[in-house]
Structures are given as structure tokens and as C-alpha cells.
T-cell receptor, first 112, second 118 residues
Framework: LAKTTQPISMDSYEGQEVNITCSHNNIATNDYITWYQQFPSQGPRFIIQGYKTKVTNEVASLFIPADRKSSTLSLPRVSLSDTAVYYCLVGEYDNQGGKLIFGQGTELSVKP | EPEVTQTPSHQVTQMGQEVILRCVPISNHLYFYWYRQILGQKVEFLVSFYNNEISEKSEIFDDQFSVERPDGSNFTLKIRSTKLEDSAMYFC????????????????FGSGTQLSVL
């Protein structure tokens, strides 16, 4: 059972800012939150990672509140090429240890 | 940017046959993974490998599956007797061993091997 919850799909228009929120109520103390992007027939690609507060890179920003039970990926001024599935990942733990499990992701559709 | 390389890009096999999917992880990486994605579904974790042994595996990774790092550069996934339901895109990934700890490291994925079992 995935430990993250995201909207299944979102629509946007070119030039808009897109915010995708992920819930991870049971995140472990040491875990980072990592977001990946996947285009059809390609492997997932790392976008951004953070532990708390705000992280920004050349592609996106990641906002994490103090309780770390959720995070928001912000894509500024999206273009058609940002149409993809976006996944947020945190660790999942069992008696073997930890692993990264992909949830259903958010399918973002950017329209002209 | 360094890449994870997977071969072949497409593999067609008959049910019951053995297949080996090959991956060349990024050279200084120490964690290795296999994931798979059935068409239209989410990416599923299969197995993680560190220090020449399996560190984690999922329920999907049963006795029909095995992984090996035969020569220090390649990382392979073997399916001994393929089933129709093994048809999927198989992704290899690798990550470094930095201070964040394995599960928090950035994963680099290959472009996948599309396996079709007939």
C-alpha cells in the first residue's frame, strides 16, 4: 500500500504555475521527500528532493510544511513539454528495511 | 549527465522461456534496483541490491526472478520461466551511497526494456 496520496490528474495551460500536493502522513523521521517525472515509455526522472521548508532548483520548487505530512511540487510557467506523470516518494518500511514505492502519481496535462 | 544503460530495448519471448535483462549502472553507484511497469499502470518495485546482495524485494520478486552483478559493471535480472503476466517495461536504476542513506538517494533510471511474453 503506497504511503503517499496525490491527485490522479490535473489540467493546466501553458504559462501557468502548477502546484501538485502529496500527502505522506506517516513519513519517517529520517526520510526525504523526492519527486520524479515520467514521460510515456521512459524511465522516471528525478526532479527535486527536500527534507523541510523550501527547496528550489532550475526546474521546480518544493514546499514542505513543518509537520512534513505533505509536500507541494510547484512548476513555474509550465509548457507543453511538462505534460507527464509526477510522483512523490517517501520510504516504506517493513521487517526487511526500507524501499521506495511509487504511487499512482499525478498525470499532468498542459494545454496550449 | 551519466546514464544507466539497459539492453535490449525490446525483448520478445515465448511463455516458459528464460530471459535475462541487462543493465549497466552508473559507474560509481553502489545501490541497484529493478522496477517494472505494466502498460497503463504504476511503476512497481521489484528488488534492490547493495554490497553484492539483495537488500529488499517485493512480493512480485518470487523464485522465478533473480538478480546478479556478474562482473562489477553489469546488473542483470533473470526471469527463469516467463509468464504472460510478466509482460511489462522493466526499468533498472542505480544510486550513489552518499550521506543521505540508500533510500533517500537520487535514483537514476534507465530507459527500460519492453518485455513481451507471447
Amino acid at each position: 500500500l503506497a504511503k503517499t496520496t496525490q491527485p490522479i490528474s490535473m489540467d493546466s495551460y501553458e504559462g501557468q504555475e502548477v502546484n501538485i500536493t502529496c500527502s505522506h502522513n506517516n513519513i519517517a523521521t529520517n526520510d526525504y521527500i523526492t519527486w520524479y517525472q515520467q514521460f510515456p515509455s521512459q524511465g522516471p526522472r528525478f526532479i527535486i528532493q527536500g527534507y523541510k521548508t523550501k527547496v528550489t532548483n532550475e526546474v521546480a520548487s518544493l514546499f514542505i510544511p513543518a509537520d512534513r505530512k505533505s509536500s507541494t511540487l510547484s512548476l513555474p510557467r509550465v509548457s507543453l513539454s511538462d505534460t507527464a506523470v509526477y510522483y512523490c516518494l517517501v520510504g516504506e518500511y517493513d521487517n526487511q528495511g526500507g524501499k521506495l514505492i511509487f504511487g499512482q502519481g499525478t498525470e499532468l496535462s498542459v494545454k496550449p | 549527465e551519466p546514464e544507466v544503460t539497459q539492453t535490449p530495448s525490446h525483448q520478445v519471448t515465448q511463455m516458459g522461456q528464460e530471459v535475462i535483462l541487462r543493465c549497466v549502472p552508473i559507474s560509481n553507484h553502489l545501490y541497484f534496483y529493478w522496477y517494472r511497469q505494466i502498460l497503463g499502470q504504476k511503476v512497481e518495485f521489484l528488488v534492490s541490491f547493495y554490497n553484492n546482495e539483495i537488500s529488499e524485494k517485493s512480493e512480485i520478486f518470487d523464485d522465478q526472478f533473480s538478480v546478479e552483478r556478474p562482473d562489477g559493471s553489469n546488473f542483470t535480472l533473470k526471469i527463469r520461466s516467463t509468464k504472460l503476466e510478466d509482460s511489462a517495461m522493466y526499468f533498472c536504476a542505480s544510486s550513489e551511497d552518499l550521506e543521505l542513506g540508500g533510500i533517500n538517494e537520487k535514483l537514476f533510471f534507465g530507459s527500460g526494456t519492453q518485455l513481451s511474453v507471447l
